[in-house]
């Protein structure tokens, strides 16, 4: 099993920045691929962005490249997401997951474990 709990969510001008991090507990979190979903009002839940286990590779929606960075730190058993520039479209709860697998796995929705969310609200 995995826990997952995310902070660092609230209420942001456009243009803004925010970072999400997400705290870990339970099974072995350094294999894990880690990585953010999000999901706004009246739509699916949407892939973010992604990282494999050691860190090495990363994956990233093309609506955040250039904006969004996802890092981790296994000593702490953390993950984050830096979001810079900040639209209102980006408005969302946005989601923690864990997989046990290939990070292109996960990207197509193949998560094991989520944490509950934390809002990201982008004001015009």
């Known amino acids: 099993q995995v826990q997952l709990v995310e902070s660092g969510g609230g209420l942001v001008q456009a243009g803004g920045s925010l970072k999400l991090s997400c705290a870990a507990s339970g099974r072995t979190f350094s294999t894990s691929v880690m990585g953010w979903f999000r999901q706004a009002p009246g739509k699916e839940r949407e892939f973010v962005a992604a990282?494999?286990?050691?860190?090495?590779?990363?994956r990233s929606a093309d609506s955040v490249k250039g904006r969004f960075m996802i890092s981790r730190d296994n000593a702490k058993n953390a993950v984050y997401l830096q979001m810079n520039s900040l639209k209102p479209e980006d408005t969302a709860v946005y989601y923690c997951g864990a997989a046990f697998s290939a990070i292109d796995q996960f990207r197509s929705g193949g998560v094991d474990y989520w944490g509950k969310g934390t809002l990201v609200t982008v004001s015009s």
């Open positions: 990282i494999s286990a050691g860190g090495w590779f990363t």
